[in-house]
């Protein structure tokens, strides 16, 4: 290696392209054989999607929507080119023929052996008696039916970890009101069923297509939940990416799951002995890349830049690798990550110039819930902290779900001090009827992250709305990429069989908006998912190979009211970080609202209030982080 000797322009290096792109799409189990020069690729593996649960023709129950088989992209994985390796893809669920539970989706395996990928199939919807009600769990969970004598017995299926999420729940009440829950897709819960207008809509799936263009049935959309059934009033629809709906007719069995999409199939109703929906084969796609050899040319070289010898006037421009201090400092493979969890200083000490640069998690303080007044008004819960990221564009880290938030620019660095803010949570509200604080923000050069907003409020992302009060709004100030998403509506039911419910809103997250409140949930909204990052540490919420920041908080609730009584879970913070909320502070069970957890930018969750007594008190935001990586040889 050699610096230049001579004052000139910058020598041309031009790249002969010796393979081509290539993406294979699997829709049936056998061997893959990758290209001679591969040597890292991406890989889509989307598993079963689970059956819709089944419905007898007396009692007039119905059912609820299969789960999505589970969704993952993994990239970058090491191969040796012009090697066969192995993929299984799994078969969808049957639809439950006339009653109980419906099969849950196969699982779909690529056999990489340097990052073997197992995804879980679709968990079966609940279905009515005889037989189990309650939605299955799987990659993405079932829905549950109507039937089984109250909603503790119709409860949804729960998601896997990084795979999918949850189904939703089904309610009995008097016919008409017979209502089964949505299936959960990769991106989405299903969502439960309303008791007076409609069965619950499937979870929505995931769109891929960043990491491998559109390819299959749904343009790289796949993993959608399937709908839940409604004795009188609407079918719940599927999720987008191949979800089927739900029917009800004298032959209303229950539509299945798009074909290799992963999708869970519809549930059904009565009258009639009607079948649920089959769900969807997964599917396994592979892209790898165009391959390139650079080519070198023979002139002059720049005295600042550095060169490696190759020939006789050849020379190849050799990348400065950055070297810095500050924050804690760990090692994984070829980088350097620089984590940051209070202000501190990051200083360069080489890699100046047009060549040094640094990828970079910037995640804001999560916003603060309120505490609610008198007369039973549940607060909204914070907003997660704004979420910024860069990633290498050749070899993306990040999680499929949360693409959109990625920017390809990193920052480029000269030998210099930068100052690190790392925001603070939000505070709680004080006294009653008073609402929360923002949270503050974090920054890093030219990148800065907003601190999320406390329940009504705007801010990285919003916070959950109150007694009918709308969220606020996300990713405010403005950024390019989304910073995060805006906040759930708050709601006050009087309506006949509301019951004078007051549920909170949720806060949203950095991938998703916070949930709104619904009459068929008094026990809260739950919040917005958060973004997955992989390859920046061990900090976050961890969630197999990835870990998560800036999930919204949980909207506060009530038990004693609605649908559904009796019932005392909370509703769940957004994955990254947000907060639960708690139900009705007179309610025995039931935990205090939770704070967004530390350097995870999370939104609070939100307090819960019941007329009769006072309500429970608002709690903290999460902390942000900054966390700094760069190759250093």
Request: with cysteine; proline share 6%.
């Amino acid at each position: 290696m050699a610096n230049g000797g001579i004052i000139g322009p910058v020598n041309t290096v031009n790249a002969a392209v010796c393979q081509a792109e290539q993406i294979t799409t699997k829709t049936s189990s056998g061997s893959l054989t990758t290209q001679p020069a591969t040597t890292s690729l991406n890989v889509v593996v989307v598993a079963g999607g689970g059956g819709g649960g089944g419905a007898p023709s007396a009692p007039d129950h119905v059912s609820g929507g299969g789960g999505a088989g589970g969704a993952k992209v993994v990239t970058c994985i090491p191969v040796c080119g012009a090697t066969s390796y192995t993929m299984t893809i799994g078969g969808g669920g049957a639809g439950a023929s006339a009653s109980g539970q419906g099969t849950s989706g196969n699982n779909s395996v690529a056999a990489f052996p340097s990052n073997p990928t197992t995804l879980t199939g679709g968990g079966g919807g609940g279905g009515g008696p005889p037989g189990t009600n309650s939605g299955a769990s799987g990659g993405s969970g079932g829905g549950g039916s109507s039937a089984g004598g109250g909603p503790s017995s119709c409860n949804k299926g729960s998601g896997t970890c990084g795979q999918g999420n949850p189904g939703g729940r089904g309610f009995d009440a008097a016919p008409p009101g017979l209502t089964g829950g949505g299936g959960g897709g990769a991106s989405a819960a299903g969502t439960a069923g309303d008791p007076s207008s409609s069965g619950g809509p499937g979870g929505a799936g995931t769109d891929f297509s960043p990491y491998i263009g559109n390819v299959g049935p749904t343009c790289s959309v796949f993993a959608g939940g399937g709908g839940g059934g409604k004795r009188s009033g609407t079918q719940g629809t599927g999720g987008a990416g191949g979800g089927g709906a739900a029917r009800c007719s004298s032959s209303g069995n229950g539509f299945p799951g798009t074909t290799n999409t992963g999708g869970g199939g519809g549930g059904t109703a009565a009258p009639g002995a009607n079948a649920g929906g089959n769900g969807g084969p997964g599917i396994v796609v592979v892209k790898e890349p165009a391959i390139s050899i650079p080519k070198t040319a023979p002139g002059v070289w720049s005295m600042n830049s550095v060169y490696d010898f190759v020939s006789n006037d050849n020379w190849v421009v050799t990348p400065e690798l950055v070297s810095a201090t500050g924050g804690t400092i760990t090692t994984s493979g070829d980088f350097k990550i620089h984590t940051f969890t209070a202000s501190g200083t990051f200083s360069v000490t080489a890699g100046a110039g047009a060549i040094g640069a640094v990828d970079y998690v910037v995640v804001a303080g999560g916003g603060g819930s309120g505490t609610p007044g008198a007369g039973g008004r549940s607060s909204g819960s914070g907003g997660a902290g704004g979420f910024r990221f860069s990633a290498n564009p050749s070899c993306n880290p990040q999680g499929g779900p949360a693409a959109p938030l990625n920017s390809a620019s990193p920052i480029r660095v000269s030998v210099s001090d930068y100052t690190i803010t790392v925001g603070g949570g939000g505070a709680a509200g004080s006294s009653p009827s008073s609402g929360g604080a923002n949270g503050t923000n974090s920054v890093f050069d030219t990148i800065t992250s907003t601190g999320g907003g406390s329940f009504t409020s705007s801010g990285g992302s919003g916070g959950g709305g109150m007694s009918n009060s709308s969220g606020g709004a996300g990713n405010s100030p403005a950024t390019s990429p989304p910073q995060g998403n805006g906040g759930g509506t708050g709601l006050n039911d009087n309506s006949p069989g509301g019951g004078g419910n007051y549920v909170g809103g949720a806060g949203g997250g950095a991938r998703a908006a916070g949930a709104s409140a619904s009459s068929s949930s008094p026990y809260g909204a739950a919040g917005g998912a958060g973004a997955g990052v992989q390859g920046f540490g061990t900090s976050g919420e961890n969630c197999g190979s990835y870990y998560y920041f800036s999930g919204g908080g949980a909207g506060g609730g009530q038990s004693i009211k609605g649908p559904a009584p009796g019932f005392r879970s909370a509703a769940v913070g957004g994955i990254g970080g947000g907060g639960n909320g708690q139900i009705s502070a007179c309610t025995t069970g039931g935990a205090p609202a939770q704070a967004g957890a530390t350097n995870t930018g999370g939104g609070a969750g939100g307090a819960g209030c019941n007329p009769s007594c006072s309500g429970g008190t608002g709690a903290a935001g999460g902390p942000g982080i900054v966390i700094i990586r760069y190759k250093f040889q």
